[in-house]
T-cell receptor, first 116, second 115 residues
Framework: GAGVSQTPSNKVTEKGKYVELRCDPI?????LYWYRQSLGQGPEFLIYFQGTGAADDSGLPNDRFFAVRPEGSVSTLKIQRTERGDSAVYLC??????????????FGPGTRLTVT | AQKITQTQPGMFVQEKEAVTLDCTYDTSDPSYGLFWYKQPSSGEMIFLIY??????QNATEGRYSLNFQKARKSANLVISASQLGDSAMYFCAMREGYNTDKLIFGTGTRLQVFP
């Protein structure tokens, strides 16, 4: 079956612009996660959805970052007034289970964001 | 304090040999899960193995096994019979408690397998 997909695969934007990154999880997966991976680092948690609601948004770095999942499937990560420090690979993952279970997260290929 | 520590930035192993990648973790929550992921140069994160804090036995998945030493808070990944395709970054990650599924990742170990 289809895995997690993310669009675009690459995004180059100018400092100060607004960007949207899209994630399409595996069908039927109720949990969806966003991570950010900077060069040479492990992924860093941003936000986690269970269904339509954000169950944990403690990783969002500031109020320029916002994510939605209005129908409990596709999610969009929105970044306002982009800064050069936002440049990273943004990874989306989904999993089938409720919190605390032994469910691995299935990752998408990522969106490489470059802010010039 | 770091929640997940991977002290080996890089490791080399000869094909067909076994290799151990180190991971230590820090949590006061009695319920947690430990994961290992592989990230090839293509960038995708591939799940390898999972160990729950209450699991009595070490997890195994094919050539991968997890050496779980709870008292030492270590969860080392053992890859047996290394293959050239095992060359990649390897990340250890932890989920704390039952109320969240967020993963905390280490900085990774780059494994290179040579013929």
């Amino acid at each position: 079956g289809a895995g997690v997909s993310q669009t675009p695969s690459n995004k180059v934007t100018e400092k100060g612009k607004y960007v949207e990154l899209r994630c399409d999880p595996i069908s039927g997966h109720t949990a969806l996660y966003w991570y950010r991976q900077s060069l040479g680092q492990g992924p860093e948690f941003l936000i986690y959805f269970q269904g339509t609601g954000a169950a944990d948004d403690s990783g969002l770095p500031n109020d320029r970052f916002f994510a939605v999942r209005p129908e409990g499937s596709v999610s969009t990560l929105k970044i306002q007034r982009t800064e050069r420090g936002d440049s990273a690979v943004y990874l989306c993952a989904s999993s089938p289970g409720v919190a605390g279970g032994p469910y691995e997260q299935y990752f998408g290929p990522g969106t490489r964001l470059t802010v010039t | 304090a770091q929640k997940i520590t991977q002290t080996q930035p890089g490791m080399f192993v000869q094909e067909k040999e076994a290799v151990t990648l180190d991971c230590t973790y820090d949590t006061s929550d009695p319920s947690y899960g430990l994961f290992w992921y592989k990230q090839p140069s293509s960038g995708e994160m591939i799940f390898l193995i999972y160990q729950g804090s209450y699991d009595q036995q070490n997890a195994t998945e094919g050539r991968y096994s997890l050496n779980f030493q709870k008292a030492r808070k270590s969860a080392n990944l053992v890859i047996s019979a290394s293959q050239l395709g095992d060359s990649a970054m390897y990340f250890c990650a932890m989920r704390e408690g039952y109320n969240t599924d967020k993963l905390i990742f280490g900085t990774g170990t780059r494994l290179q397998v040579f013929p």
